[in-house]
């Protein structure tokens, strides 16, 4: 897999992820700790990306 194509990957699934978050804070069924990690996982892929485009630039 190319670098760009692992960024394009990760940034589609923290756009998923995105999406999810926002779903689950609207339905009272989820409780704060499912919500608390899906937040963890879109940040720790935030991290990834933005580790990612820094390698790029060296």
Do not use: V, Y
């Given at each position: 897999m190319s670098l760009q194509?692992?960024?394009l990957e990760?940034?589609?699934r923290h756009a998923d992820l995105e999406r999810e978050i926002?779903?689950?804070m609207v339905s009272p069924?989820?409780?704060n700790l499912a919500?608390?990690?899906l937040k963890?996982?879109?940040l720790?892929?935030?991290d990834q990306?933005?580790?990612l485009r820094k390698e790029t630039l060296h």
């Open positions: 194509s692992h960024l990760l940034e589609r926002e779903k689950a069924s989820t409780d919500i608390a990690n963890r996982r879109k720790n892929i935030k990306i933005t580790r």
